[in-house]
């Protein structure tokens, strides 16, 4: 095959076991197989790092420097690689500054287009802000301040690199004696002056002192008329205070260091300004438009749009409380603030034992935000019993908790109070980012903002609508096609939900994943190796066509696009399928079956060919459970897009939470249930949005939330660990007579701790040796051979296995050795049936995939004694899952809903939804269009429902 094919030879990476492979190059490829299986091994960690080492070996040893050192994967060959991009789900920003338009390219059009075309406003009146005469500006000037002494400037250069030079030498052949830099102002006259090119500088040449008065009238109109000539019709001035400094702290530092006006400074245009108001602009630029720049950001929140304040639904968690129990949770213990909260609802007429939900507005509002001037009498009971009184002027709950915060003298005090702290909109800029004076900027009557608070969907509409005049149609034109061509891809892969002001770091990994994807569309780039990470995750399944649509399209442009993908539908529409296997870990690594879908679906011993031909298939359970208990009810959730939204959730059944893509799903569970019942049950200080009521809280004795973050962030934490195992392990061995006779106790056997382990590696077993120039590399330690204890510890053995034997056993064998131990084996056994039998017990737990991470958390709850009275959450955990992990997993849960306790599961996944007892379905659409309940009730009842998505799909599996 050539050049037409990328040909892999002795592929070893993590479980690979030697394997070769050919694969088609320019086709859509789906490689396949059990979660752990080797799938991203062989994608990520072999074809991508390669290609991407390659690249970077391509460059300049001096580029090199700044990108690192690229491990080469261990491997014999590889031919036929283009430079590879990877999409996966790692990669998502975690800056507060980064959002979808920012992502996608999308916002630097919009800048471009508001400033070509915008039409400005005044901010306060609303009118279009016309060019202004000198007249004007003169009459403006003398009206800042009567007979006080003005410096009348010229803005010539603004937040520009240089040294100016040849500007300070025209300048001074022009007549001028002084200019200001960057807040200072200096003489022309004497030695040349000489600035740091690398930095921004602020210069304004001093045109004129003027005295404001009706007898300067003419020389003003002069000074103005002079800068405006010199500084492309901006004049800049200073009023000064009665000794004729500026005004404003340290002599009035200018413009300078921000970009924006100091005390006393004003700038007026000859260009844009409100005539009514004064509100003059400059001339506009895309940097205006940016929340990034100080030009146009908010000066208050500085751009970020949010400010960390205190937040009234943490300091109040639990509105069924009362004043009594602690209802006001940063003051429910000590003497003082207990007494003060009740003097102040005395005083507002309620009592303390009427709980918080019930209280009047007015009474909530005097004890949380204060009572102003007014004076509230506090009979007050000192610790040793003595009785005083005195008069306060009550600040309020949450100006207390912002006080004792700025006043904490300790780390810990300031942590406890910290809990109290939330994210909330800046109240400048109401969460817009952007100036007043920006934010006036329209384009088709809708500001920046306005725009960016649409739903790509609504936002290529608006696009669509807009329609311009003369010279604008000309300017305005390629802008307007490259933003709707952005969007198209946004709605194509199907984001059209998304509003382009949507901070990154809160969308889901599919959700980032798929931006990404609509991102490099638009690049258009060919003969690229692309590779993706299950894209389809978050996504449901009406949309999976115009996502697979999406992928054949990159592929026609020329590249060869790489999926590792557990979808049936996209398995069915490759041009090439890979299928791993025939296990997960060790019994994992190879290939099981190569070629098209037809000639996977008839091979032999494949899992995937199994379930895709029909000849294995997850059944639908023959019974649904009928609702024992009552149910979880919470009322008049309104967090994001939720209309008022009443949910029920039937204890003892396992519910799934559906619906397409943003239709309300995680702001219903994730935002709002899961921290409201974490607050309610475990005393927890979340923020939870925003619902009226939530009832049937006694039936539960703990929430637990179960995704698929790592168990443990370095390499010494393992599933042992985690589960509690390794501490049964550890005190077994120090049971022996070996280690009685020794003295040994369950500390010896800790790779964590000075005493058992190798002091060579510290326990790690191996050795991390830093290379100059090259990648760090890992080598085992010489002295304990990579066992992690030392020699006297490792003498003392259990049937003739020392703790190093015991660490490097996988599940399976763990069980059968340790079979005679109950304790030991029952939590071997949950491990094992969550299907992890071929994990070893010191695999470090950041070589786990997300998938095992979770099953890992599960079989630590599977092995707790049950209650019947536990709350579980999971959100989306088929993520990563093969059709028999799914299988395993809905064993698992189904173990723990017959157990009496609860399980409510966010899905897509249609095996799932089929064997749920009960089906919540949101939408109709998403976005704006969702958040209401479309269906609710059994499997069978949902799919007779009309305009249910989900009804749709699950009615064609039922049949």
């Not at 991508?48 to 391509?58: F, H, K, L, T, W």
């Amino acid at each position: 095959m050539g050049q037409n094919a990328i040909v892999i030879k002795g592929a070893r990476e993590h479980n690979l076991k030697n394997i070769d492979l050919t694969i088609p190059r320019d086709e859509l490829v789906v490689i396949t197989g059990l979660s752990g299986s080797g799938k991203s091994s062989l994608a990520f960690d072999t074809m991508y790092a390669e290609g991407q080492r390659r690249y970077v070996e391509s460059l300049s040893s001096y580029a090199r420097m700044f990108l690192g050192q690229m491990s080469k994967p261990d491997l014999d060959s590889i031919d036929g690689l283009s430079p590879a991009v990877s999409i996966d789900q790692k990669t998502t920003s975690k800056n507060p500054r980064s959002t979808v338009g920012t992502t996608t390219e999308i916002y630097d059009y919009l800048r471009l287009l508001f400033a070509r075309v915008g039409v400005p406003h005044c901010p306060e009146c609303g009118r279009v802000i016309r060019k202004q005469t000198t007249d004007q500006v003169t009459d403006d000037i003398l009206s800042l301040a009567p007979d006080a002494k003005a410096i009348i400037m010229a803005p010539v250069v603004a937040g520009r690199k240089g040294e100016f030079t040849k500007l300070f030498a025209d300048l001074q052949k022009e007549g001028f004696s002084r200019v200001r830099i960057d807040g200072e102002i200096v003489k022309l006259e004497g030695e040349p002056l000489t600035l740091n090119k690398k930095i921004k500088h602020f210069i304004d040449v001093v045109v004129d002192r003027v005295q404001l008065k009706e007898s300067a009238t003419s020389r003003i109109a002069e000074g103005v008329e002079l800068a405006c000539k010199l500084a492309e019709g901006r004049v800049l001035v200073q009023v000064l205070d009665s000794q004729g400094n500026p005004l404003g702290e340290g002599g009035g530092k200018s413009s300078g260091a921000t970009g924006g006006l100091g005390a006393g400074e004003h700038i007026f245009s000859l260009a844009l300004a409100c005539p009514e108001h004064g509100h003059s602009m400059d001339e506009l630029q895309p940097r205006d438009f940016s929340f990034n720049a100080p030009y146009g950001a908010c000066p208050d929140c500085l751009g970020i749009g949010s400010r960390e304040e205190v937040d009234a639904s943490l300091v109040v968690p639990d509105p069924s409380l009362t004043l009594d129990t602690g209802v006001i949770a940063p003051f429910k213990t000590g003497n003082y603030y207990p007494q003060v909260l009740r003097a102040v609802a005395k005083h507002v007429g309620t009592t303390t034992d009427t709980p918080w939900e019930d209280m009047p507005k007015k009474a909530q509002d005097a004890l949380l935000h204060g009572l102003g001037d007014t004076k509230v009498r506090v009979d007050y009971v000192t610790v040793d019993g003595r009785e005083t009184y005195w008069y306060i002027e009550w600040e309020g709950a949450l100006s207390a908790v912002q006080r004792r915060y700025q006043e904490a003298q300790s780390d810990n005090q300031r942590e406890k109070l910290g809990e109290y702290f939330a994210i909330v909109p800046c109240q400048t800029c109401g969460g817009k980012r952007l100036k007043p004076e920006i934010l006036a900027v329209t384009v088709g009557d809708e500001s920046i903002f306005d725009v960016t608070e649409m739903s790509a969907a609504d936002s290529l509409a608006y696009f669509d609508a807009l329609v311009f005049q003369g010279q604008d149609e000309h300017i305005a034109g390629p802008i307007v096609k490259e933003i709707k061509a952005r969007l198209k891809f946004l709605v194509d892969v199907g984001l059209d939900y998304l509003t382009l002001e949507r901070a990154t770091a809160t969308l889901s990994g599919g959700e980032a994943q798929r931006i990404r994807l609509a991102t490099q569309i638009g690049a258009g780039l060919m003969g690229v190796l692309y590779i993706l990470d299950e894209p389809s995750i978050g996504l449901h399944q009406r949309d999976n066509e115009r996502l697979i649509a999406t992928l054949e399209r990159l592929r026609d442009l020329g590249n060869t696009v790489i999926v590792v993908e557990h979808d049936e539908d996209t398995i069915r529409s490759a041009d090439f399928v890979v299928d791993m296997g025939p296990g997960a870990g060790e019994h994992g690594g190879e290939i099981v079956a190569i070629g098209t879908p037809d000639e996977i679906m008839a091979a032999e011993g494949s899992l995937t060919a199994d379930y895709l031909s029909g000849r294995r298939a997850i059944e639908v359970p023959a019974k649904r459970r009928n609702p024992r208990r009552g149910t979880l009810k919470l009322t008049g959730a309104t967090e994001n897009n939720l209309k008022n939204l009443t949910l029920e959730v039937p204890f003892g059944t396992l519910t799934v939470v559906t619906g397409v893509s943003g239709s309300g799903k995680s702001s219903l569970v994730t935002d709002t249930l899961a921290p409201a019942l974490a607050n309610r049950v475990n005393h927890a200080h979340r923020r939870s949005g925003a619902y009226r009521k939530i009832t049937g809280l006694d039936k539960i004795d703990k929430v637990i939330n179960i995704d698929q973050s790592p168990i443990g962030r370095t390499p010494r934490s393992n599933a042992a660990t985690y589960i509690g195992l390794w501490d049964d392990i550890r005190a077994l061995f120090s049971s022996t007579q070996e280690s009685k006779a020794r003295g040994y106790g369950p500390g010896r056997f800790s790779f964590n701790v000075n005493g058992g382990r190798c002091e060579a590696c510290k326990g790690d077993g191996q050795i991390k040796i830093e290379m100059h120039f090259l990648p760090d590399i890992y080598v085992p330690c010489e002295v304990c051979g990579g066992k992690r204890y030392n020699r006297e510890t490792l003498q003392v053995t259990y049937r003739g296995k020392n703790i190093a034997d015991v660490l490097d056993m996988t599940v399976e064998d763990a069980l059968a050795f340790f079979e005679n131990i109950p304790g030991i084996k029952r939590k071997l056994q949950t491990l094992f049936d969550v299907g992890l039998g071929y994990i070893r017990l010191g695999q470090p737990a950041t070589t786990l995939s997300g998938g095992e991470a979770q099953r890992v958390k599960l079989s630590s709850e599977l092995q707790r004694r049950q209650t019947g009275k536990t709350f579980y959450i999971l959100d989306e955990p088929t993520t990563g899952l093969h059709f028999e992990d799914v299988r395993q997993l809905l064993i698992v849960l189904e173990r723990l809903v017959d157990a009496g306790n609860t399980v409510l599961v966010i899905e897509h996944n249609l095996d799932v939804i089929k064997c749920a007892d009960r089906i919540i379905d949101l939408g109709p659409e998403g976005g704006d269009r969702g958040g209401a309940i479309v269906a609710q009730g059994t499997p069978e009842q949902v799919a007779e429902v009309e305009g249910s998505y989900t009804g749709a799909f699950v009615k064609r599996m039922l049949s």
